[in-house]
C-alpha cells in the first residue's frame, strides 16, 4: 500500500465500497457477515490506525484538536445494528462524508457549515429536476432520553456583522453524527473542541447558536436551561430587525397573489411568518415497517423506490399514481389522485418516507398516499415528523404554507432578539426565544415541542402579568384620591353585626364629626344603612363592604373588583359604598352596559338611598332630552348625589361637581379607556367594578391582575333552590306543562335558544322560528314576546320593559338575557339545545329566575348531547354553586366561555391557555419577583423586556 494521499484513498475506498453496498441494499446491516457493519468498521479502523503509526496513512485531514476521521466513523457506527432505517442512513452517509476527509477528495462538514455536499449519493442516479442536495436528514425513532446533551463552551462573542446566522435546518442533519460521537466510548464530548465543537447540537435538539443579544447557555438531559454566567446581552444589531422587519416577499416563492393570501393571516413580514404559530401538530414521526402497517390507520413508512407508473381509469378520467415501495419487511403499493406529475418527481431507486392509510379495494391491498417527501433531496417538512397545521386562508396550500414558515425558521430564527431576563429564563427553566420558535414550529419530538409551548406560553402570561403590575402602579403612584371615611354605625347596625359575626375584630374607622356627614350638600336623614334595609347583610357581603369601606378611607385611589354569583347582593354593596361617598360630600357614579340594567339599578339605588334624602339620577341614550338636561344640571350643580346610567354617562357633556366614586357593574361589558373615561370626570377618584360571573381565583389574577379582588361567596337566606332538570328534547312537553302551570298562576317563563335565526351549518332551534312555532302550536292563548341582538335597541328595550311589566308571559330570547334583567315574576327558564352552552352561561340564564317568592323551574333540553355536553348538564342538574360550576367551565371547556364577547382591553392569548394554573403562578410569582427589584423595568438590561412589554399591550387597543 503507497504511502500518501494514494495510500489514504486505497484504504478509504475499501470502506467506502461497503457501505455503498449497505445503502443499495437498503440498510439492514446485510453488508457483511458475519458481524454485521459495526464489526468490519471496528476492525477497519485499527488497521487504519495501524498504517498511519507506519506512515502508509498520511497525517490526518481533520482538525489537530479533534478525533481522526476513522475514530469518529468507528464511534458513529456503534450500535447500527440497533437503530433503526432512518439513523442508519444518516449514519451512513455522515460516515461517507468522513471518508472523503480521510482520502482528501473533500474538505471536513462542519456542523455549521450552510451547505454539506450529500454523502453516499451513487454516482449513476441522479435527479433532474431535484435542487442542490443538502445534508440535512432528521433522525427518526430516536427519543431525548437516548442523546447526551452536550453543547460547545467555545467562544461568547457574537456573531461579526458579516457572519450568517445559524442555519438551523442543517443542525438537524448532524445531530445523528454528533449524538453518536458523544455517546461513545472515546471521549465525554461532541468531538472535544474539533469540527464539530462550534455550534454543535445534540440531544435534544439544542441550539447552542447564538443570535444576536441571546444568551449563552446549554440545556441538560431532563429539558431544563442553564446558563452560564455572562455579561448583559449584546443589543440587537441593526442589519437582523431588517431582517426580520423585511416583507414577506423576500421568501422565495412568495409572490405578489401569495402576498395578499398571507397578508389575510396578518403575515405582511417575516417576523410575522416566525410569529405565526401552528394550531396543531400532526405525528408523522413514528415509523412502522411495511410488513406490521395495520388497516385504516395513519402510518408513516420509509422505503425504496422500486417503480412508478400512471394508470387511467374510472369514468372521470381519474388518474392514479402508484409505486411499489420496498423495506425488509416487505412491498406496497403507494397511490396518489390526479398527480401524474409525481411520475418523474418518484425516481426509481430513490428513498422516500409516506403517510397514509392502508385500505383494501376488492382484492387488492393499496396504500392512500396523504403527504410523502424524499429524504435525500431536503428537509422532510410534510411527513415523517411532528408535521404542523397551521391556520389558512382561501388558496393557500398547507404545504405552500410550510415551506414559507420553514425557509424563516431556518434562516431567520436564530435573529430573534431575547427578551426575557438571563435571570427569569433560569429560574423559570425555560428554552431560549430562537430555539422556542423553532421548536414549536418544526419539533423534535413530543418533548420539545412540549417545552416550546410552555416558553411561548410563559411570554404570554408574562407580559400579561408585568403589564397589569405596571397598571396597578400606576393606579396606586397616581394622585391622591380623596379620603371618604365612613362612620361604621353609618352603614352597619351594631346589634346585628355582633349578632351575625361575633367573632368581628375589625377595627373601625374613626367617627367623622356629625355635622360633616353630607359635606354640607346632601344633610342625611337617616341614621344607619342596614337598619333601613329589609335584610340583613350576609357574612360575605358584611366582609366585602368591609374591604371596601377600608380602601375608600384612604388616600390612594381603590381599585376593586367585586364578584359574586347570581343574586348574591353586590347592588346592595354598591349602594353603601355610593353612600358612604355622599356621606363626606362627593358624588357617585353607577355605569351599566344596557338601559334595561340601568334603569333596573336606578329604581334599587334610588330605593336603597332614598331614606337618607340623597337625589338619584339615570342618565341614558334613550331617555327624552328634558329628562337628559335636568338630569346633567342636577349633577353639575350638585343637587344630584349619584348618577346611574349607561354609556351615555362618560359623555362629555356630563359634568359632575365632585365625582368621588365610580362603579362599573358587568365590567367585563366595558374597555379599559370607556372606564377610565369615567374616572376622568373627577379628581382619581375610587373604583370598584363589578361581575356576576363567579371566576375562579388563578383567572382572575389573570384577567384582573390590576385589581383587588372581594368575593361574596353567600347568598342571602331564605332564597328557594331553583329546581334544574336536564332532558332530552324529545320530553319537552314536560317543560311546556310546566310552563303552561306557572303561567296560570300569574308567573311569567323564558324561552332561551341559541340561534337568531336557523343555519346551514348549525342544528339548533333559532328563536325566530322557534316564537312563531310556540305562539301558532303550542302556546296559542298566551302572550309571547320575542327579543334578540339583531333588533334595534329601542325595539329591544320595549320588548323587555313589556315583560318586566307583566304584559308577556312567556319571552322567547338569546343570550341578550344573559345578565340585566330582574323580573321577580318570572318563575321558569327554559333553555333549548343547552349543551351548546358554557356552564357559566348557563348559570346566569338560571339566575334569571328565582328572585321572587314563588318557586323557580329551570328545564336544560338537549336533543343530542356529546360526551363533555352530557357532563356538562349533568354537573348544571345536580349544582347551584355558581363558584363551583366555574371551576368545572374552566376544566371542560377553558376560559373563552366566561364572556360572551373577548374581555375588551386585554390582550388575545395565542399560545397560553388561562386553564393552565401552574404556568399562570409561575408568570405571576416570576412577575412580582421581578418587580420588586426593578420596579418599571428601569435598568439597562430589562430594556428589551420593557419594549416588549409595550408593544405586547400596544397591540390590543382597548375598545
Not at 452 to 473: K, N, P, S
Request: charged share 25%.
Amino acid at each position: 500500500m503507497s504511502q500518501g494521499p494514494n495510500g489514504a484513498r486505497t484504504i478509504a475506498e475499501r470502506a467506502r465500497k461497503v457501505l455503498l453496498h449497505e445503502q443499495r441494499t437498503g440498510f439492514v446491516d446485510g453488508a457483511v457477515k458475519p458481524g454485521g457493519l459495526e464489526a468490519f468498521i471496528a476492525h477497519w479502523a485499527r488497521e487504519v490506525r495501524a498504517a498511519r503509526d507506519r506512515d502508509v496513512v498520511g497525517a490526518r485531514t481533520t482538525n489537530a484538536d479533534g478525533p481522526a476521521p476513522e475514530d469518529a466513523i468507528a464511534r458513529l457506527l456503534t450500535g447500527y445494528h440497533d437503530q433503526d432505517p432512518m439513523q442508519r442512513t444518516a449514519r451512513v452517509r455522515a460516515a461517507l462524508a468522513l471518508l472523503d476527509s480521510l482520502s482528501g477528495d473533500a474538505p471536513p462538514a462542519r456542523a455549521g457549515s450552510a451547505r454539506a455536499p450529500l454523502a453516499g449519493r451513487t454516482p449513476t442516479r441522479t435527479l433532474a429536476s431535484a435542487p442542490p442536495p443538502r445534508a440535512s436528514t432528521p433522525t427518526f425513532g430516536q427519543s431525548a432520553g437516548h442523546r447526551t446533551s452536550h453543547v460547545s463552551q467555545g467562544d461568547a462573542t457574537p456573531w461579526p456583522l458579516a457572519s450568517p446566522p445559524p442555519d438551523l435546518a442543517n443542525l438537524r442533519a448532524h445531530r445523528a453524527l454528533n449524538g453518536a460521537l458523544a455517546d461513545g466510548p472515546m471521549g465525554d464530548g461532541p468531538m472535544g473542541d474539533g469540527p464539530m465543537a462550534d455550534g454543535a447540537v445534540v440531544g435534544g435538539g439544542v441550539v447552542s447558536h447564538r443570535g444576536p443579544g441571546q444568551a449563552a447557555g446549554h440545556r441538560t438531559q431532563g429539558g431544563a436551561t442553564t446558563e452560564r454566567a455572562q455579561g448583559p446581552a449584546a443589543p440587537p444589531r441593526p442589519e437582523d430587525e431588517y431582517l426580520l422587519s423585511a416583507p414577506v416577499t423576500a421568501v422565495p416563492n412568495v409572490g405578489r397573489v401569495q402576498e395578499q393570501r398571507l397578508a389575510k393571516l396578518g403575515i405582511r413580514t417575516v417576523r410575522d411568518l416566525l410569529f405565526h404559530f401552528p394550531r396543531e401538530h400532526h405525528d408523522y414521526s413514528k415509523l412502522q415497517k411495511i410488513g406490521q402497517i395495520p388497516f385504516g390507520e395513519v402510518a408513516t413508512i420509509y422505503g425504496l423506490i422500486w417503480e412508478v407508473e400512471n394508470v387511467r381509469g374510472g369514468g372521470r378520467g381519474v388518474v392514479r399514481t402508484i409505486a411499489r415501495i420496498t423495506d425488509e419487511t416487505g412491498s406496497l403499493r403507494a397511490v396518489w389522485f390526479n398527480q401524474p406529475y409525481l411520475q418523474k418527481q418518484l425516481p426509481h431507486g430513490a428513498y422516500i418516507v409516506v403517510t397514509g392509510v392502508k385500505q383494501r379495494f376488492g382484492n387488492r391491498v393499496e396504500f392512500s398516499v396523504r403527504s410523502h417527501e424524499l429524504p435525500e433531496v431536503s428537509d422532510l417538512v410534510n411527513t415523517g415528523r411532528l408535521v404542523p397545521v397551521y391556520p389558512l386562508t382561501e388558496g393557500l396550500a398547507p404545504k405552500q404554507l410550510r415551506r414559507f414558515t420553514k425557509w424563516a425558521v431556518d434562516r431567520c430564527a436564530g435573529f430573534l432578539p431575547e427578551h426575557l431576563p438571563v435571570a427569569i429564563r433560569t429560574r423559570a427553566r425555560l428554552l431560549p426565544l430562537p430555539e422556542a420558535i423553532a421548536q414549536f414550529h418544526y419539533p423534535e419530538n413530543e418533548h420539545m415541542l412540549a417545552e416550546a409551548r410552555r416558553r411561548l406560553a410563559f411570554d404570554e402570561l408574562f407580559l400579561m402579568q408585568i403589564g397589569m403590575l405596571t397598571r396597578r402602579a400606576n393606579w396606586r403612584e397616581g394622585p391622591p384620591a380623596p379620603a371618604l371615611p365612613a362612620p361604621h354605625g353609618l352603614i352597619f347596625d351594631d346589634e346585628v353585626s355582633a349578632a351575625a359575626d361575633p367573632d368581628n375584630h375589625v377595627e373601625t374607622i374613626a367617627e367623622p364629626p356629625e355635622t360633616t356627614l353630607g359635606g354640607g350638600l346632601w344633610p342625611l336623614t337617616a341614621s344607619c344603612f342596614e337598619r333601613e334595609l329589609p335584610f340583613r347583610f350576609t357574612g360575605a357581603q358584611r366582609r366585602a363592604l368591609r374591604e371596601v369601606l377600608a380602601d375608600m378611607a384612604g388616600t390612594r385611589a381603590m381599585s376593586r373588583l367585586l364578584q359574586g354569583d347570581v343574586g348574591s347582593g353586590k347592588t346592595v354593596v354598591a349602594a353603601a359604598a355610593l353612600l358612604a361617598a355622599a356621606a363626606n360630600g362627593y358624588q357617585g357614579a353607577l355605569l351599566a352596559p344596557t338601559e334595561i340594567l340601568a334603569e333596573q339599578h336606578y329604581r334599587g339605588v334610588s330605593a336603597l338611598l332614598a331614606p337618607f334624602g340623597l337625589r338619584t339620577v339615570v342618565v341614558t341614550g334613550g331617555q327624552r332630552a328634558r329628562e337628559r338636561a335636568v338630569a346633567r344640571d342636577g349633577l353639575a350643580g350638585g343637587e344630584a348625589a349619584v348618577a346611574v346610567g349607561t354609556h351615555a354617562l362618560i359623555q362629555d357633556e356630563i359634568a359632575f361637581k365632585r365625582l368621588g366614586l365610580a362603579v362599573v357593574d358587568e365590567q367585563h361589558r366595558f374597555g379599559v379607556e370607556q372606564r377610565d373615561a369615567l374616572r376622568q370626570k373627577g379628581y382619581n377618584p375610587h373604583m370598584l367594578v363589578m361581575t356576576a360571573t363567579p371566576i375562579p381565583r388563578t383567572l382572575a389574577l389573570t384577567i384582573y391582575g390590576d385589581l383587588d379582588v372581594s368575593t361574596i361567596d353567600e347568598l342571602p337566606a331564605g332564597r328557594q333552590p331553583i329546581i334544574t332538570r336536564w332532558r332530552h328534547g324529545i320530553h319537552r312537553q314536560e317543560a311546556y306543562e310546566v310552563v303552561a302551570r306557572e303561567v296560570a298562576g300569574g308567573r311569567q317563563a323564558y324561552v332561551i335558544c341559541p340561534l337568531v335565526e336557523e343555519s346551514e351549518t348549525i342544528e339548533a332551534r333559532a328563536a325566530i322560528k322557534e316564537y312563531e312555532r310556540l305562539r301558532t302550536e303550542v302556546f296559542p292563548d298566551l302572550r309571547l314576546g320575542l327579543v334578540h341582538g339583531q333588533l334595534r335597541p329601542a325595539e329591544k328595550d320595549r320588548v323587555m320593559r313589556a315583560f318586566r311589566d307583566g304584559a308577556i308571559d312567556v319571552l322567547v330570547a338569546t343570550a341578550v338575557v344573559e345578565v340585566g334583567v330582574d323580573v321577580p315574576n318570572a318563575t321558569v327558564m327554559l333553555i333549548e339545545d343547552a349543551d351548546r352552552f358554557g356552564l357559566s352561561q348557563l348559570h346566569q340564564f338560571r339566575g334569571r329566575v328565582g328572585r321572587g317568592a314563588h318557586q323557580s323551574y329551570c328545564y336544560l333540553l338537549s336533543q343530542e348531547a356529546s360526551a363533555q355536553g352530557a357532563e356538562r348538564l349533568g354537573i348544571m342538574e345536580s349544582t347551584s354553586d355558581g363558584f363551583a360550576l366555574a371551576d368545572a367551565d374552566l376544566r371542560l371547556r377553558g376560559p373563552g366561555d366566561f364572556f360572551g364577547t373577548r374581555q375588551s382591553g386585554m390582550p388575545e392569548l395565542r399560545v397560553a391557555k388561562l386553564a393552565d394554573t401552574p404556568l399562570i403562578a409561575e408568570a405571576r410569582a416570576q412577575a412580582e419577583w421581578l418587580w420588586e427589584r426593578d420596579p418599571y423595568l428601569k435598568q439597562l438590561e430589562h430594556a428589551p423586556l420593557r419594549e416588549r412589554v409595550a408593544l405586547f399591550w400596544s397591540e390590543f387597543a382597548a375598545h
